[in-house]
């Protein structure tokens, strides 16, 4: 079995394994055997780190299915292969060379070299952000509801911003806390932290340390930190003042809020489109032109190696750095003074053609099976599922059984990706020696 294969049936079993679980008695707050079709939208929507639901999780399952999609939840933003390793490793046993392959497709990485030390890095760096989230989410909760629901609330979401999952406990999700910049402030930042990859924030931990020691030789950055870094800020800078700019007159979203919460709503629905899922407003209430921006900002997404999904603002840069290179007239893509190598323009390209395919197919498979539906409420729901986000106008729970299992295929195409995917089901590429004539074709 390749490599790809094992990786995609290895989120399949984790699917299925939460799927049985979410479907017991007492993971349900009634206590009655879950639907089959609920439990698997909801396990799939946790392990593929979506948070879109088809219930409210706060009143439709008991402490246990609460449970079970938190830790679904942060088995699917650690990965399958992260997460069968480190259990690997904390039982002693040494993993071969195969293993060590998957680690490397499974996290993006150059080489094998280091692998147990980069899991532990892993592990270390999401215990120390999430137990970080849930003290600084403490104060917002505790006074509310008391110690032990203030206490769960803010371990759940805390696991759930981190890993860009979105599952939220709360009836509106956390509309209520949309003036809380305690709240605001530290999901936002388990969100941007979660999804922007483990090497950047590794690489942003050393240089910290080389200043704090005032060592003479400092670390010297890697490409993939200046274009997950610079893209990212980019993005969110754009992002906070288009929909500030957008929804301002809207009265339903943010015109009836004083300045001060204008922008943290307009900060926190910049943020929350890169894969996260959470919401300080009705999303069903935006404009129309805030629901293309939103889509525009899933699609693209997180960074490699983090939590989210999407295109990945890597993927992104090179395609735009390809466009600048035609439009000046050279022949060679550059970025930060380097040269992008052609096997990467070809997996960008791939990348995004891939995605756009998967959005448009299933975007006219639900049109077929929920024709009554509004085309951009459709478009978004199906950027949402692909992009691993779980953000919703509010159909997702009214939307026809056909079409949740569209939405299911969706998601689990947008976890493992495109690229791995067609991978798992042709076979690994392999090389040839074989060449062919070159010849001119018009373009564009």
């Keep these: 079995m390749t490599v790809a294969r094992t990786i995609c049936l290895g989120f399949m079993a984790v699917i299925a394994v939460g799927t049985i679980l979410l479907m017991m008695p007492f993971s349900t707050s009634n206590g009655m055997w879950n639907n089959l079709i609920v439990a698997l939208f909801t396990s799939t929507s946790a392990v593929c780190v979506t948070g879109l639901s088809v219930v409210d999780p706060g009143t439709y399952f008991s402490f246990w299915g609460q449970l079970f999609i938190a830790l679904l939840a942060q088995i699917g933003g650690l990965g399958y292969m992260t997460t069968t390793t480190f259990l690997i490793l904390l039982i002693g046993r040494r993993f071969d060379m195969r293993q060590k392959i998957a680690i490397q497709q499974a996290l993006d990485r150059p080489g094998m070299s280091g692998s147990a030390q980069v899991i532990r890095s892993i592990i270390a760096t999401t215990l120390i952000f999430e137990i970080t989230g849930i003290f600084l989410l403490l104060p917002a909760f505790v006074p509310e509801y008391g110690w032990s629901k203030g206490l769960w609330l803010a371990i759940f979401h805390s696991i759930n911003a981190w890993n860009n999952a979105g599952f939220s406990l709360f009836k509106d999700n956390l509309i209520g806390y949309q003036s809380s910049f ?263």
């Design 182 to 444: 305690l709240v605001v402030f530290t999901i936002t930042m388990l969100i941007i932290f979660g999804g922007i990859g483990y090497q950047v924030i590794l690489e942003m931990y050393l240089w910290l340390r080389d200043r704090i020691l005032k060592k003479t030789k400092n670390q010297r950055f890697s490409l993939d930190f200046k274009v997950a870094t610079s893209t990212t800020l980019i993005l969110l800078f754009i992002g906070t003042v288009a929909f500030f700019c957008i929804e301002i007159r809207n009265p339903e979203t943010f015109g009836s809020l004083n300045l001060r919460d204008q922008i943290l709503v307009a900060w926190f629905q910049s943020v929350t489109p890169r894969t996260a899922g959470f919401n300080t407003i009705d999303i069903g209430k935006m404009t129309t032109a805030g629901l293309f921006i939103t889509i525009a900002l899933m699609f693209i997404g997180a960074s490699p190696g983090g939590t989210g999904g999407g295109m990945k603002t890597t993927t992104l840069r090179v395609l735009t750095s390809c466009t600048k290179t035609i439009l000046q007239g050279k022949e060679e893509v550059l970025l930060y003074d380097r040269k992008i190598a052609i096997s990467l323009i070809l997996k960008a390209v791939g990348v995004l053609v891939g995605s756009v395919a998967t959005v448009i197919l299933a975007t006219i498979l639900i049109s077929l099976t929920d024709p009554t539906l509004d085309f951009i409420q459709i478009l978004f729901e199906v950027v949402s599922a692909f992009a691993t986000v779980g953000l919703s106008t509010g159909i997702t729970a009214s939307i026809s059984t056909a079409a949740k299992l569209i939405l299911i295929i969706t998601m689990y195409v947008g976890r493992v990706g495109v690229l791995l995917l067609m991978s798992a089901v042709l076979g690994d590429p392999r090389p040839t020696r074989i060449h062919y004539p070159e010849e001119n074709l018009l373009v564009g």
